[in-house]
């Protein structure tokens, strides 16, 4: 506190050093050999250690010596969000939304794993396009021979490879009609057989790797390369 003359603090002091607080006064003895210099110099100055400071504030303010400090008024809000049991509600809340959001999370994949399709259902239920095959390093791509008019669509693909749930396999054509044979899935591979056309070509056991976007096909020098039609180009 700031005081223009030393005899102004003097209540002040001898009231802290009452209650036990140690003070200091700075240019006491300036102010009273030059009373005119106290305005020139900030008057005397009354101070205490920085951990005493709050308990002398409410010392002085309780005993009338100095006007209580104005502090604003908190809203409706800041009250709510400054309440204790309000905190603990909401501390038990996210602690309870996580671990919601924890075990749906883990449930849902468990359920996806234990419900995933099996290879012979992605074989059987998707549409496969056959992009093109390579053999013996060289690239070849399909092209149907029909005596029909065909139509192709947005987003369609005439070019399909089909695996049939009853054993019938149907590759597209190679300036060729479509060729048809038969499929077996075994010990990890594929195996086709007894086709109409191209079997010195196409008649092998294929290793395969399949997800939701492509199917490959690999043997010894062929590899035919597919695209599921939901998440390719055509």
């Not at 057989?193 to 020098?221: H, M, P, V």
Request: hydrophobic share 35%; glycine share 4%.
């Amino acid at each position: 506190m700031t005081f223009m003359f030393p005899t102004e603090l003097a209540v002040v002091k001898s009231k802290l050093e009452s209650e036990g607080i140690e003070c200091i006064v700075l240019d006491e003895n300036t102010v009273q050999a030059h009373n005119f210099l106290s305005q020139a110099i900030g008057g005397v100055r009354l101070q205490v250690a920085e951990s005493n400071f709050e308990r002398a504030r409410e010392i002085l303010e309780d005993s009338g010596l100095a006007e209580k400090e104005k502090r604003p008024d908190q809203s409706e809000i800041e009250k709510t969000m400054n309440n204790p049991k309000f905190q603990k509600r909401m501390k038990f809340f996210l602690v309870t939304l996580v671990a919601t959001t924890v075990v749906f999370v883990l449930t849902l994949f468990v359920y996806r794993y234990l419900n995933r399709p099996t290879d012979l259902e992605r074989l059987t239920e998707r549409n496969w396009c056959l992009d093109y095959i390579i053999y013996q390093n060289q690239e070849y791509v399909p092209y149907t021979i029909s005596d029909r008019i065909q139509i192709s669509l947005i987003n369609e693909c005439s070019e399909k490879l089909d695996f049939d749930t009853t054993g019938h396999v149907h590759f597209p054509g190679f300036n060729s009609s479509r060729i048809n044979g038969s499929w077996k899935l075994e010990n990890n591979t594929i195996s086709v057989s007894q086709l109409d056309t191209l079997d010195f070509l196409l008649e092998r056991k294929y290793e395969y790797k399949i997800n939701q976007k492509e199917l490959i096909l690999n043997s010894d020098s062929l590899t035919i390369y597919c695209s599921n039609l939901k998440y390719g180009y055509y």
